[in-house]
Nanobody, 124 residues
């Protein structure tokens, strides 16, 4: 069992940066793949990016590639999402997720554990 909790959201101007954190409980987190999703008002939850258990492999949605970076510190049981060059289209609630299984990973149903989300608003 893994419990996740996001932090670091807030209001940022277009072009700005923000770093989200996701604190995990449970020693097993270091063996789990992890991901970030986001959900804008009136839209479905969408995949942002994924990182493997060791942190060596990442994969991003085209909409955030070259702007967002996922990393993790397994010693601290923490997942990160560094977001740069933010635009109003990035406004959403951001969720972290984890799982101990492989396979398809871009849909929410593929992930077992979820945080409660943190709001990111990009506006001038």
């Amino acid at each position: 069992q893994v419990q996740l909790g996001e932090s670091g959201g807030g209001l940022v101007q277009p072009g700005g940066s923000l770093r989200l954190s996701c604190a995990a409980s449970g020693r097993a987190f270091s063996t789990y793949a992890a991901a970030w999703f986001r959900q804008a008002p009136g839209k479905e939850r969408e995949f942002v990016g994924r990182i493997n258990w060791g942190g060596a492999r990442t994969y991003y949605a085209d909409s955030v590639k070259n702007r967002f970076t996922i990393s993790r510190d397994n010693a601290k049981n923490t997942l990160y999402l560094q977001m740069n060059s933010l635009t109003p289209e990035d406004t959403a609630v951001y969720y972290c997720a984890a799982r101990d299984l492989g396979g398809e990973f871009t849909t929410p149903r593929a992930w077992s554990y979820w945080g409660q989300g943190t709001q990111v608003t990009v506006s001038s």
